[in-house]
């Protein structure tokens, strides 16, 4: 499949969107990382796909394995 970076401009809300189509797992991040950076897009409104979802729960279980 081939991998594209999507930017969504909203003209009546002024939102920006950004989304990556094709991408495996959390590789995306780094597809659009210097968009959103450049974009001013905010972190905290990500929202994950299903295909990012198994190597989500694999993070987020290290990550609180980790803290203990």
Known sequence: ?????LIHFDSATGEVRVEALGFEGLS???AT???????GVVEGDRTYKDES???LRTTNSSQTRLRQ
């Open 33 to 39: 990382q210097l968009f959103e950076e450049a974009l």
């Open 28 to 30: 995306c991040l780094d």
């Open 53 to 55: 979802a198994p190597q």
């Open 1 to 5: 499949m081939e991998r594209s970076v």
